[in-house]
């Protein structure tokens, strides 16, 4: 008998973004090739969950040490700046009946069931959640480059609610979804009343009869182009860019002719953003699918490490590793720092101080 097909957030997601994309991976079952925005996501939803089983197996709310002798040896340089950024800020709060990347299966009837079992038509894995008193928290760890002003309750929220509620705490009358970007340690939260939830199965009945029903399977560019790992096989991505051989090179010559591309686009890139901006100044935002190259108001601060410090140990009685931990100092800053105070002398003894190791980066050098 044919396996039953099933679902899951992923799948309903990547049709949406484009049904071309979803043909591929779930149709044709072309292996995706691992883009870097996902292997990002993936090695830093690991070392969370890693992290997050040490200190509650351990009953600890922090352990920096051990954080630190997780650090991957090879990874994308996002790797290296966010985890440390995560780990030492973070700190366990109190909880009950924690669930670590739980993983959550219901049938066609959206009852619970085993998510191995042959009756899992919709499957979830949530990245961790927790009871604290009345409340249930639902928290998703997001390696997002944009960080939203306020939080959508859209469909991919109230299935995680819902799915926690439904397998996990029954009982529960509020939900806080907490989305926390590792990138820059914020988080985002919502309240998910029961109202909210109640739909989910129906919405889900939907989404799925269209997906099945789908004839068209049309390329859609967009935001989501640079996360769907079949690139490779788009026709509209290789009539607008480059052939599939020098996108995936397998010999030396398209791997020539690969680098002499990437050349050439980094010293385009500057061009285009400064001619695209010019165009945007004159002439509005340029939409593309559904993102758009336009002005963006973000706001900086120019934070005083004292100021901080003394408020964070002082008023705000943080232990002092604690706040110190909160300073990131990086090698780049104390450099620029110390010679606009001329004193450039100080910076290898500086640097004697901290603990040193080579990493390495694959990139455009200087041939000896
Ligand atoms: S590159 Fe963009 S348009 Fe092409 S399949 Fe992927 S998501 Fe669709």
Excluded at 221 to 228: A, D, E, K, N, T
Aim: include cysteine.
């Amino acid at each position: 008998m044919a396996k039953q097909p099933s679902y899951s957030f992923s799948k309903l997601e990547t049709d949406e973004k484009c049904p071309f994309a979803y043909k591929k991976i779930y149709i044709e079952r072309i292996p995706r090739a691992e883009t870097e925005p996902l292997v990002i996501g993936k090695m830093l939803h690991e070392l969370a969950a890693q992290y997050l089983d040490r200190l509650i197996g351990a009953k600890l709310q922090t352990d920096w040490a051990w954080a630190e002798q997780l650090t991957p040896k090879e990874a994308p340089d996002d790797v290296f700046e966010i985890w440390p950024r995560f780990f030492n800020s973070f700190i366990l709060p109190p909880m009950e009946s924690p669930g670590v990347e739980l993983k959550l299966a219901f049938d066609r009837r959206w009852k619970p069931t085993g998510y191995f079992s042959d009756d899992a038509f919709f499957r979830m894995v949530v990245d961790w959640t927790y009871r604290q008193g009345e409340l249930v928290v639902v928290q998703d760890w997001k390696s997002n480059r944009v960080i939203p002003e306020t939080v959508e309750i859209n469909l991919q929220l109230r299935i995680y609610g819902w799915g926690v509620r439904e397998a996990t705490f029954p009982t529960a009358q509020e939900i806080l979804l907490r989305l926390h970007f590792l990138r820059y340690g914020a988080d985002r939260e919502v309240i998910l009343l029961p109202d909210e939830l109640a739909t989910v199965p129906d919405e889900l009945d939907k989404r799925i009869a269209e997906i099945e029903s789908r004839k068209n399977f049309e390329p859609t560019p967009g935001s989501f182009c640079g996360w769907c790992g079949v690139m490779a096989h788009c026709p509209v991505m290789a009539q607008a860019i480059v052939p599939v051989n020098i996108l995936y090179p397998t010999t030396r010559e398209d791997a020539v002719k690969a680098a002499t591309l990437l050349l050439a686009i980094q010293t385009m890139d500057t061009e285009l953003k400064n001619n695209l901006k010019r165009y945007v100044k004159e002439n509005g935002p340029v939409p593309v699918g559904d993102v758009v190259y336009g002005p963006k108001v973000s706001i900086s601060y120019e934070l005083d490490p004292k100021e901080i410090t003394d408020y964070l140990l002082n008023d705000a009685g943080l232990e002092n590793d604690q706040a110190w931990g909160l300073l990131n100092l990086t090698k780049t800053n104390l450099e620029r720092g110390l010679k606009k105070l001329r004193r450039k002398d100080l910076i290898p003894k500086v640097l004697e101080l901290a603990p040193s190791k080579p990493t390495e980066s694959i990139q455009f050098c200087k041939v000896k």
